[in-house]
T-cell receptor, first 114, second 116 residues
C-alpha cells in the first residue's frame, strides 16, 4: 500500500491564482480530511468527507473547496490564493469503524502564496 | 478556546535522559479520544498512540509510555532514554464524539531537541 499520497510537495503561487492540491489513498478508507499547519498553531481542520459524495466544513473552510467523487481521492481547491493561505497542508484518512478510526497523514504540501 | 494545551514550547535534553511532554485537554464529552503524533524534521506526521476516554490504563510501549488522568484532564507522554532520532515536534490531539466525526483538535506542539 502506498498509504496517503499528496501532490505536489511544494508549490508557489501568486495572489489570485487558483490550484488544486491532490490527495489519494489506497486503503479504502471512508474518512478523508484536509488540515493546514501554521507555526505555533498546530493543525486545523479545513474540510472533511465521510464517503464519496459527502463533504463538510471544518474549522477554517473559507477560501477552499473540496469534492469527493471517489473513495480514493479528495482534492482541495484554492479558488483565488491569498498570502494568508501560505501554509503546509496535510491530507489524512481513516476507517469510520470504532477502533480502526485512527487517522494517518500524507507527507504534506508546502504552499507559498506571494 | 483552545481545547488542547501543550504548555511546553521546547524541551532540550541530552541523549539517554527521559523526556515528559505535557498535554492538558478540555471537553464536556464523556466519550473522546486522545492521540500523540510525532513530526520529525522531514515533516511527515507519524501516529504514536491513541487512548479512549474509558480506558485510563497507563501503558508502556518500548521507550514510550503515557499517563492518562481524567481527574486532571491530562494525557502526558514520556520518552525513556531519549535518542537523537527522537528529536521532533510532538502533537497532542483530541477527538470528541459530539463534534464532527474524526475531527482532530491539535495542541500547538512541543519541540523536542535531543543532543548527543
Amino acid at each position: 500500500n502506498a498509504g496517503v499520497t499528496q501532490t505536489p510537495k511544494f508549490q508557489v503561487l501568486k495572489t489570485g491564482q487558483s490550484m488544486t492540491l491532490q490527495c489519494a489513498q489506497d486503503m479504502n478508507h471512508e474518512y478523508m480530511s484536509w488540515y493546514r499547519q501554521d507555526p505555533g498553531m498546530g493543525l486545523r481542520l479545513i474540510h472533511y468527507s465521510v464517503g464519496a459524495g459527502i463533504t463538510d466544513q471544518g474549522e477554517v473552510p473559507n477560501g477552499y473547496n473540496v469534492s469527493r467523487s471517489t473513495t480514493e481521492d479528495f482534492p482541495l481547491r484554492l479558488l483565488s490564493a491569498a498570502p494568508s493561505q501560505t501554509s503546509v497542508y496535510f491530507c489524512a484518512s481513516s476507517y469510520l469503524t470504532y477502533g480502526s478510526d485512527t487517522q494517518y497523514f500524507g507527507p504534506g504540501t508546502r504552499l507559498t502564496v506571494l | 478556546a483552545q481545547k488542547v494545551t501543550q504548555a511546553q514550547t521546547e524541551i532540550s535534553v541530552v541523549e539517554k535522559e527521559d523526556v515528559t511532554l505535557d498535554c492538558v485537554y478540555e471537553t464536556r464529552d464523556t466519550t473522546y479520544y486522545l492521540f500523540w503524533y510525532k513530526q520529525p524534521p522531514s515533516g511527515e506526521l507519524v501516529f504514536l498512540i491513541r487512548r479512549n476516554s474509558f480506558d485510563e490504563q497507563n501503558e508502556i510501549s518500548g521507550r514510550y509510555s503515557w499517563n492518562f488522568q481524567k481527574s486532571t484532564s491530562s494525557f502526558n507522554f514520556t520518552i525513556t532514554a531519549s535518542q537523537v532520532v527522537d528529536s521532533a515536534v510532538y502533537f497532542c490531539a483530541l477527538s470528541e464524539q459530539s463534534d464532527s466525526w474524526g475531527k482532530l483538535q491539535f495542541g500547538a506542539g512541543t519541540q523536542v531537541v535531543v543532543t548527543p
